[in-house]
């Protein structure tokens, strides 16, 4: 494991942007998982002014996001697809074909949790994959559970990331956030070359010390990237304890 500790949010996320972008330079078709959340924003703002310096071309970049709400469509404002979309790929000469997100409109879970991984099998293993870290510890929307949940998954949310996301995304309104979502498996996101892990704020500092200091559990479900080899942990100061630095390699 590799930690990157920063003094501040912006300089975290510039740091976040550089691996990416230097991925993407090295293998300019290059398959990156993306994740969504306030965490990535000051990550993919960076990329975006990586492209429009001339630094980062996104012609040939094929992604794959973790996650989407179960009954949002790509319209919905709050929908994971639009974020994709308003955060990076509207502003980047990404082709959106090669933009995957599974289909929140997907009514039949099982068919909806199949056909993502039929579309992640087709494009084989990630080079790099970015997660940020849920106040329970979820990876994408694996919430703790029981076992590590291999394929994609239709998941019941828990209370506590309902009320997350209600905050910082719904304006406060818990009754419209959606109870369920559809996630990349955990199994996936092992499989991905390179993994990155961001988390910033003082809120994050337990579940990330939990995560990477404490014992590899499921139900902290980030923890099962301790048994990754090539994971790197970046964030700012308030979220990346000395105990998360002295864990490093
Ligand atoms: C959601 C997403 C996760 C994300 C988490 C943390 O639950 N599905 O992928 O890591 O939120 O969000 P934030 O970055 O806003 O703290």
Redesign the pocket.
């Known amino acids: 494991m590799r930690v990157i500790r920063k003094a501040t949010y912006e300089e975290a996320s510039k740091a976040c942007a550089e691996l990416i972008a230097s991925q993407i330079r090295l293998k300019p078709d290059c398959k990156v998982g993306l ?7 000051g990550t993919y703002k960076a990329l975006v002014d990586f492209y429009k310096e001339g630094s980062l071309d996104f012609s040939r970049v094929v992604t794959a996001n ?2 989407e709400y179960r009954g949002l469509g790509g319209d919905h404002d709050q929908s ?1 697809r639009y974020f994709m979309n308003t955060n990076l790929f509207d502003h980047v000469n990404i082709d959106k074909k090669n933009t995957f997100v599974p289909d929140g409109l997907e009514a039949d879970a099982v068919k909806a949790c199949t056909d993502y991984d039929a579309i992640l099998k087709s494009l084989g293993h990630l080079d790099i994959q970015l ?5 329970d510890g ?4 694996n919430e703790p559970a029981d076992a590590f949940c291999v394929n994609t998954q239709c998941i019941d ?1 828990e209370k506590q ?1 309902i009320e ?2 209600a905050r ?2 719904f304006n406060g309104k818990i009754d419209e956030v959606p109870t369920q ?1 559809y ?1 990349m498996g955990i199994g996936y996101i092992m499989k991905s070359t390179t993994v990155i892990l ?4 003082a ?2 500092k337990d579940i990330v010390e939990k995560a990477f200091t404490g014992p590899v559990t499921p139900s902290v479900p980030a923890s099962i990237l301790q048994l990754h080899p090539n994971v790197v942990v970046i964030g700012d100061e308030a979220a990346i304890s000395e105990k998360v630095v002295a864990a490093a390699d």
Do not use: C, E, R
């Not at 994740?35 to 924003?41: D, E, L, N, Q």
């Not at 961001?198 to 704020?201: N, R, S």
């Open positions: 994740a969504t959340g306030s965490t990535p924003v973790l996650d994971y997660l940020g870290i849920g106040g979820h990876i994408g929307f949310l990331t997350d996301n910082l995304f979502a996630t961001m988390a910033t704020g809120g994050k």
